[in-house]
C-alpha cells in the first residue's frame, strides 16, 4: 500500500463509520498507543483496533463529520478528525483525535492517538441558549 492511500483510506472508512474496511488500512500486527483522558492503553492488531473505534463511534444515534485532514510530518502521517454525534439519542458532543501513523506496505502499523474526549458540543449549546433568551454566562452555570 502507498503511504498516502492507507492513510486516507482509514480517515475516510472512520468518517464513514465502516469498521470492517477501517481494519483493511491496518496492518495485521498494527499497534496503536491511545492517549485517552481516562490514561493511556494500548490496543494490538488490526481487528482490536478497529473495534476500539467502533466502541466509541459505533452506537451513535447521530454522527457528523465536522474535518478531517491528512498531511506528512517526515516519513509519519498526522491524521486528525472532528465529529459531532450523539451517543444517547439526547445530548450532542464533539470529539476530537489527532494521531500520527507509521504506514509500511501492509498498512499502517502503528498509530499514537491523543483523543479529547467526548465533550458537549459548546455551539450548539450556545445555539439553545440565545434561542431561550438566556444570557451565556448564565447558562454556562447550569
Do not use: K
Amino acid at each position: 500500500m502507498q503511504t498516502t492511500t492507507s492513510s486516507q483510506a482509514f480517515v475516510d472508512q472512520l468518517a464513514a463509520r465502516n469498521f470492517g474496511h477501517l481494519a483493511d488500512t491496518l496492518a495485521p500486527d498494527a499497534v496503536a498507543r491511545l492517549s485517552l483522558p481516562r490514561g493511556v492503553q494500548e490496543a494490538a492488531g488490526a481487528d482490536a483496533i478497529a473495534r476500539r473505534f467502533e466502541g466509541w463511534f459505533g452506537g451513535a444515534s447521530q454522527f457528523t463529520v465536522l474535518s478531517t485532514a491528512n498531511q506528512p510530518v517526515g516519513e509519519r502521517r498526522l491524521l486528525q478528525w472532528r465529529f459531532r454525534l450523539s451517543r444517547d439519542g439526547r445530548s450532542t458532543e464533539v470529539i476530537e483525535q489527532v494521531a500520527f501513523a507509521d504506514v509500511g506496505p501492509d498498512g499502517i502499523y502503528r498509530l499514537d492517538l491523543l483523543c479529547s474526549g467526548f465533550l458537549p458540543d459548546a455551539e450548539l449549546t450556545e445555539e439553545t441558549a440565545q434561542a431561550c433568551n438566556v444570557p451565556m454566562d448564565r447558562a454556562a452555570r447550569h
